[in-house]
């Protein structure tokens, strides 16, 4: 059966993140929607606009735009953006899937659950610009954190289309979701379990707190769309039902 997959991108990424695994599922007769959130990719806007209200706005009217439900993907800070979206359109989504991504309760923040996940290597080698609006982040952090697992020439091809400074506004932007909503849809989790950034054990927490109707491990770092796009996008197919 055919469905319809929304996959959004997380922090410093775009919709291009997500092109092999698109191809994948497209392969396979679905309909495959990788948008940019603002300030993203194609999508160019001033930091100052770039915020969690905007980035779930742009989700939100993505799913306004469909004729049938849609299986709604997030990776990373991205969890945080299709929880909130799925709150405001509870009739636009069958399903939740969550990519190594931030799976919080109501008033929670991506920034607090880095802050917990003490073993995560990534907040510690942040850089921020002056007024701490943005941050970014340096080669060795990009190849030793980020892409740790992911092949060299598939870095060579993210690198560039990475943004260079990612707003701090949505890391510590609180999420806005009810039990009877958001509660009310069933969700999945692909747990990586060579991720440097949100490590395993702070995926499993997030898991524990939102039980998933099914979770699928991944040996892969925190890019698995760059890693593993054929394992990633069989781990799609499995939740179509």
Request: hydrophobic share 40%; glycine share 6%; proline share 6%.
């Amino acid at each position: 059966m055919m469905a319809t997959f929304i996959l959004v991108h997380g922090a410093w990424h775009g919709g291009w993140a997500w092109q092999e695994v698109a191809a994948r599922l497209t392969e396979n007769g679905h309909k495959v929607l990788t948008p940019d959130l603002p300030g993203h990719g194609q999508c160019s806007m001033p930091l100052q606009e770039m915020t969690m209200k905007a980035y779930v706005q742009s989700v939100v009217d993505l799913l306004d735009q469909q004729s049938e439900p849609v299986i709604l993907v997030g990776h990373s800070m991205s969890g945080a953006v299709i929880s909130q979206a799925a709150e405001q359109r509870l009739d636009k989504v069958t399903k939740l899937v969550y990519v190594c991504a931030f799976l919080l309760g109501n008033s929670e923040t991506v920034l607090d659950a880095m802050k917990k996940d003490e073993a995560g290597e990534f907040l510690p080698r942040l850089t921020f610009t002056e007024n701490q609006s943005g941050a970014q982040f340096d080669e060795a952090t990009l190849r030793e954190v980020f892409y740790n697992d992911t092949p060299e020439e598939r870095i060579q091809w993210a690198r560039p289309r990475l943004i260079t400074t990612q707003p701090t506004e949505p890391f510590g932007a609180p999420v806005h979701i009810t039990n009877e909503r958001f509660g009310g849809i069933p969700r999945a989790y692909v747990k990586c379990m060579k991720d440097k950034i949100l490590t395993p054990q702070a995926q499993q927490q997030m898991i524990d707190a939102f039980p998933c109707t099914q979770v699928v491990e991944l040996d892969a770092d925190h890019a698995p769309f760059l890693s593993k796009p054929e394992e990633l996008s069989k781990a799609f197919l499995s939740m179509e039902a």
